[in-house]
């Protein structure tokens, strides 16, 4: 359905966005400490994704562009290497001993080699990556679509959400993490990427493994994939409200 007067789609949102996002964002320590008001931005979430949902079908894909529209420049967002000496390790061996394992609520938990992954139909798509800082750029990604690794591990009925667990930490030790709702893994554009622009992912893109999820903001895109766990809450994990960014204030759907 086309809106009337041509309004875009993000125009729409606006309005549900517009104080959520901005409170979120910034920072306000002394409201979000207030648990009524940490209730509010929940509910205000919630509505927020039901309402993106709705105007947006869940077969939807993100637009999807030419080998002529690759940005000349794609930058590296967030952290750019993970520091730690496993990973260094792993880096030197040129990542052949890396293993993705995917487990929690499925009935065949399995890991996977990146030799494996790359031994699977591909999918290869051209898009734009949307980063919340005002940036954005366009590259090509090739990887393994997460819903052929959903099919051989089979989600049981009670899993709700995967969370991504990654090899880069932050400064105070914490680990880097991620979620989706499963029904997410199975859109056709979800990957697990392994190459940019018809390159094998370097450190800073989030070598060896990163996730692709073309219709949400570039912080949903976990990179240094080492586990995928499928759980029914995400109540306990990190800071329990679905990812590292997610429990210092940022929105965890992030459909755009």
């Not at 648990?35 to 709705?54: K, P």
């Not at 730690?84 to 996977?112: C, H, I, N």
């Not at 997460?146 to 051989?152: A, E, F, K, P, S």
């Amino acid at each position: 359905m086309t809106p009337k007067h041509g309004m875009k789609r993000r125009e729409i949102l606006k309005g549900t966005l517009g104080a959520t996002s901005v409170i979120a964002l910034a920072g306000c320590d002394n409201l979000t400490r207030s648990d009524w008001f940490a209730e509010l931005l929940s509910r205000a979430e919630t509505l927020t994704e039901l309402v993106q949902r709705a105007v947006t079908p869940v077969g939807a894909m993100a637009k999807e562009y030419r080998e002529a529209d690759i940005s000349a420049v794609f930058p590296a967002n967030g952290n750019i290497d993970p520091g730690t000496q496993k990973y260094a390790e792993m880096v030197r061996d040129e990542f052949a001993r890396w293993e993705v394992t995917v487990g929690g609520l499925v009935q065949a938990p399995a890991s996977f080699s990146i030799g494996a992954l790359k031994a699977m139909p591909a999918r290869t798509q051209i898009t734009r990556h949307d980063c919340v800082e005002g940036w954005s750029a366009i590259g090509k990604w090739t990887g393994v679509p997460l819903g052929d690794l959903m099919r051989q591990v089979r989600p049981t009925p009670g899993a709700r959400y995967a969370v991504f667990h990654c090899a880069d930490i932050d400064e105070q030790g914490v680990a880097y993490y991620e979620s989706v709702a499963v029904e997410d893994l199975y859109h056709p554009q979800t990957i697990l990427a392994y190459e940019l622009n018809g390159k094998a992912l370097d450190v800073p893109h989030g070598a060896p493994l990163r996730l692709r999820l073309e219709r949400q903001l570039g912080y949903k895109h976990a990179k240094y994939v080492e586990r995928i766990e499928l759980v029914a809450s995400l109540d306990g994990i990190g800071g329990g409200k679905g990812g590292y960014w997610e429990d210092q204030g940022y929105e965890w759907y992030a459909g755009i």
